[in-house]
């Protein structure tokens, strides 16, 4: 087969640890035989984003911003041990939080469903889709560790000299205190691409957050959702038959476990980051999710939900055999190089991610996989493959259905 000619190139975010071993296994199996691969290359692993002073990770997502299409590898985020593991100059910022405060949008997880592989949650039958704000909050936060007695203020000046202020805390001994902020246009965006994915995927949109407790923070996220909806969407969503409601988030995690699935569940920066977490291992497992950041001017990021898988990377390095499970990682390439060529018109390119996931899926479904999903399938005469064998396995399932 001659390989698929591409017009624009693919932003390609490069990480660390075992998906970076990943990484390259995929493009080498899995892409670079069928398609004449163009990518405008950007190193995200740690040793680059310090040498750089986290430079390369500004010039990946105005890159994006250019292009419109990236995708990303798993990354380091440094805390103390990566700041001396790596001889960091500096505690870099969470890669993912750069790039998602630059691009703004919102975060879209699904799992990938395969038969065989059953969600622990036996009532939920169908996909949830999580939509993840992607900006602000305790990601973009200032924190002082407070040392001892003292007043701390929480204090506005508007440019026209309008002061709001009030008293946080009256310290009688240490502690710790922490602003966040967000951005109503953020907000907004945040509320019309679920509205919008809703009914491009025609299913329910649930949105909840603590507004009982958070008397403006939250109240305000709520708000500005149900103004958009009652404005722009109502209509739209009544001729589509589905239905947006707003709860409690305490409300909406007990009502996730009760109910059957096929619907979006939108929740603020953190709760998403952790609810989504949540799902995909109920689902099956973390390498099982995947994982898009929407921006509001239709510019898409692909990567996988889980992290680097340190400690599997560990075992690699020291020569053991490693079954991690690089699905994800497929699915932010499929991902990638399906919108491209949706963009670019290029119709071979929808045709080739659309296989290389069937690809995927009917390896699995034939029983040969890693071990986190061999661990928790319900299918019989598994066969167990190390990383590598996995990606080869693939390999031999897309060329069976290319021939
Ligand atoms: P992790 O990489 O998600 O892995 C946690 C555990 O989940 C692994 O040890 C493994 O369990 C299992 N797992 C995750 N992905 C797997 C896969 N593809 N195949 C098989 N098993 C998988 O989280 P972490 O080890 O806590 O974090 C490592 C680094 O990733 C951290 O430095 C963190 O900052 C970074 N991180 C990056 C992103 C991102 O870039 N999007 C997201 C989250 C975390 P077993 O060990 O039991 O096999
Ligand atoms: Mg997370």
Redesign the pocket.
Known sequence: MEKIKMTTPLVEMD?????RI?WKMIKDELLIPYIDLKTEYYDLGLEKRNETNDQITVDSANATKKYGVAV????????AA?VEEYNLKEMWK???GTIRAMLDGTVFRAPIIVKGIEPCVKNWEKPITLARHAYGDVYKNTEIKVPGPGKAELVFTGEDGTVIRETIMDFKSSGIIQGIHNIDKSIESFARACFNYALDTKQDLWFATKDTISKKYDHNFKDIFQEIFDKEYKEKFEAAGITYFYTLIDDAVARVMKAKGGFIWACKNYDGDVMS?MVSSAFG???MMT?VLVSPDGIYEY??????????YYKHLKGEET???????IFAWTGALRKRGELDNIPELVNFANMLEKATIQTIESGKM???LALITSLKDVTVLNSENFIKEIRNTLDEMIK
């Open positions: 990480g660390d640890e075992m998906t990943l990303k590898c798993a990354t380091i985020t440094p805390n990566r969470s890669p993912n977490d497992s973390l390498a994982s990567e996988a939900a889980h992290g680097t898988v340190q400690r599997h079954s991690t499970n690089s699905v994800a990682t890693t071990k986190d």
